[in-house]
């Protein structure tokens, strides 16, 4: 797409900065961003080939989760005859119509990534996938032994005629279409498989004994082509005479009216098995499918060709993750050990070294371990006397949890906010909700019509018969095994005038208590909008006062607020220069003459998701830094709770600045946005390669990186 070039002029004259041609789509914002990850896929010898199939999987994934809860809105204003425009003025079947044409385009790129190009080097390297019908008949013998073991006891077949209905299909349920004639009437029939979810789906022949093989190649079969061709086990005394494969995406958003839910828990754990029974929002179909056999699917599942995406090959493709189960680390990242300085200096001892002073922490780059380890020694010090906690996503067997129960054993008051409405992450917030209101813990379940988002952790500890409350403050979720691969800051702080406000606000969130008089932290949705807002105003007249130097630097997921993006334009058209680090949806136009030339946004896409929050301001040379949970987005906003807290160590404050300085040059992994919302690769001296992220993995280049923009600022 060409650039848009804008009349100067008629900018200027106009400034009326709530005009659509100053802001773009945030549905299709997040489109691009989706195809940034696919980039990295696309770009031979941007990662090795197994990270580079995962990178296909990646934005398989996303694409689904997108469908299911974005575009499955966008469906049902559709439906509900709504014809509101969004901010940058398309009504909701422009955007499904949009969506539609790019996504196609997309899976286009991806299938011909996949198969063209990393299958074949994959099977140089020895990693092979392979068709059944290819193997020797011996092969096929020992696979079909294997089936009636293995798989078939799993399958259930479900016909479709005037005695059956129609079967229901599952969300993400992958299926066979079968079309079959009676050896004896005649008569034709027709039956759908499910292909099941419980077992792998790409089968790793190694594993499996009395094959032959004349090489040593790790081999893969899918698990619906082992199924399609033994479907003679399945229908016996009748004749296959069609198969087709198909897969289905229904709405998986779940929306709970809680003044009528007596019981939280229970009518999430109802929202849950929902989710199965949504609108179908995309039936993936292969191009081989048949007129007849597409209008069946299509009236039964309720959809139009709106729904149907034709894509060859295998569908869904999100399951290449598996791959990281080979064990071939010539194929895969260089592995990295994180630093631990708080083991190293402290010996693992977190309220030592949090009395010193302010700790911060960038994983994972840094150990997550520090942060179980606080919540582990807090479980076993019998100085401590309470623990309170808010956890969002924590994933499955967390050690943080356990940590907790532990805590109630050892006779703490533990008191946790545990979100149960954390999309995708109810179950195993259920479960652990229950672990821990039976072994006694306080558990609450948040604030009616509010996510609780923040990440907070408060221990109160008895020394020197005062007492004294430990913080840990972050930007990222309670789970060590996304710490391993997000960008996330965390800090810990014994500060007293930040654990004096978040007492207040854990009384907030557990008892009745209506406290707004937030000096330190922004806590949505009581003040942070009017916080950042007001920050970006006070740097407008700063940078009036004192002739110049207006800075702002800001990172973080996604920025679609309309109020801070015109409050940005303003500023940038005053002259403060802006930053902006946006990993995903950005709403905001940067280059714009005489709105906003003087603002940068960029996107870093590399080995880990940058999923850290940090919004920088000069202040007239006395930087101001708040981290914390919260995107510039109204749902972050207005509908939940969240934290921005302060940095005040002004050694840490310069580190995070220089850590963002650092990113603002990466000219590896870096995009750019352009005034017509595509990116661009950031280009600049090859001869000087810039990667942060693998700047960051090298603590001692990230120092002399820190010390390097410390020198240039004095």
């Not at 018969?465 to 800051?489: A, F």
């Amino acid at each position: 797409m060409d650039p848009v070039h804008f009349d100067t002029d008629a900018v200027q004259a106009v400034r009326d900065l709530r005009d659509p041609a100053f802001y773009l789509n945030r549905e299709l914002s997040w489109l691009e961003f989706n195809q940034r990850v696919l980039e990295e896929a696309l770009t031979p010898g941007a990662h090795p080939l197994i990270e580079r199939a995962k990178f296909i999987s990646i934005f398989s994934s996303n694409l689904d989760e997108y469908f299911m809860i974005r575009v499955a809105g966008i469906e049902d204003q559709l439906d509900a005859g709504i014809q509101d425009r969004t901010v940058d003025g398309l009504t909701p079947a422009e955007q499904l119509e949009t969506i539609r044409s790019r996504t196609l385009v997309q899976l286009r790129l991806r299938n011909d990534c996949f198969y063209n190009d990393i299958v074949p080097a994959l099977a140089e390297k020895g990693i092979v996938f392979v068709r059944f019908m290819n193997l020797s008949r011996e092969n096929q013998d020992v696979l079909r032994t294997y089936f009636r073991q293995e798989i078939f006891p799993v399958l259930t077949p479900l016909a479709f005629d005037t005695g059956h209905p129609f079967p229901f299909l599952s969300n993400l349920s992958l299926n066979l279409a079968i079309e079959l004639e009676d050896a004896e009437t005649h008569a034709h029939k027709f039956a759908r498989v499910k292909v099941p979810s419980i077992l792998p789906r790409m089968l790793e022949l190694g594993g499996i004994e009395n094959l032959v093989f004349e090489d040593s190649s790790a081999r893969f079969l899918w698990l619906e082509d082992l199924i399609a061709n033994n479907l003679d086990q399945l229908f016996p005394e009748m004749r296959i005479i069609n198969l087709y494969l198909f897969r289905v995406i229904r709405n998986a958003d779940i929306e709970i009216e809680e003044d009528e839910a007596g019981d939280l828990l229970e009518t999430i754990e109802q929202g849950i098995r929902s989710r199965r029974y949504g609108k179908v929002v995309r039936l993936d179909i292969g191009p081989e499918m048949p007129e007849s056999v597409r209008k069946l699917l299509m009236n039964n599942l309720d959809v139009t060709d709106r729904n149907v995406y034709e894509i060859d090959g295998v569908l869904g493709l999100g399951c290449l993750l598996e791959l990281h189960r080979i064990d071939r680390p010539d194929l895969k990242d260089e592995p990295f050990v994180p630093a631990n300085r708080i083991e190293e200096q402290f010996e693992g001892d977190i309220f030592s070294a949090v009395r010193t002073k302010d700790r911060l922490l960038y994983h994972p780059y840094d150990s997550f371990q520090p942060v179980v380890d606080f919540i582990r020694q807090a479980a076993n010090d019998p100085d401590v006397l309470s623990i309170k906690q808010t956890l969002y996503r924590v994933g499955s067997n967390s050690p943080i949890v356990k940590a907790l129960m532990d805590a109630v054993e050892h006779g703490k008051q533990v008191a946790v906010l545990v979100e149960l409405k954390a999309r995708f992450d109810e179950e195993n917030n259920i479960v652990w909700a229950r672990a821990l209101e039976d072994v006694g813990a306080h558990v609450i379940y948040g604030l009616p019509g509010l996510k609780t988002h923040a990440k907070l952790t408060m221990v109160v500890r008895r020394e020197h018969h005062k007492v004294k409350r430990y913080l840990h403050l972050g930007t990222g979720n309670y789970n060590p095994s996304t710490g391993k691969i997000y960008t996330d800051y965390s800090l810990f702080t014994a500060n007293d005038r930040l654990a004096n406000e978040v007492a207040e606000l854990f009384n907030a969130l557990t008892g009745y208590s209506k406290y707004t008089g937030y000096k330190k932290l922004l806590v949505s949705p009581i003040n942070t909008r009017k916080r950042i807002i007001g920050m970006i105003e006070r740097e407008v007249e700063q940078h009036r006062n004192q002739g110049g130097g207006g800075r702002i630097i800001m990172k973080m997921n996604a920025l679609v607020d309309e109020k801070t993006i015109r409050a940005l334009y303003r500023a940038s058209g005053e002259g403060v220069q802006i930053d902006l680090v946006v990993r995903g949806i950005c709403c905001l136009k940067p280059g714009i003459p005489g709105i906003s030339e003087n603002i940068r946004v960029i996107s870093i896409i590399g080995r880990f998701l940058e999923h850290s929050r940090a919004y920088y301001f000069c202040k007239g040379g006395h930087g101001e830094l708040y981290l914390g949970s919260a995107d510039i987005m109204p749902r972050n906003l207005d509908h939940r709770v969240e934290v921005l807290f302060p940095v005040l160590d002004r050694k840490i404050i310069q580190m995070v600045k220089s850590d963002l300085e650092l990113m603002l040059l990466d000219n590896t992994k870096a995009w750019q946005m352009l005034p017509d919302g595509t990116y661009r690769k950031v280009e600049g001296d090859r001869t000087q390669e810039i990667n942060s992220q693998n700047i960051f993995l090298n603590q001692s280049a990230r120092k002399k990186i820190s010390n390097k923009f410390k020198a240039e600022e004095l």
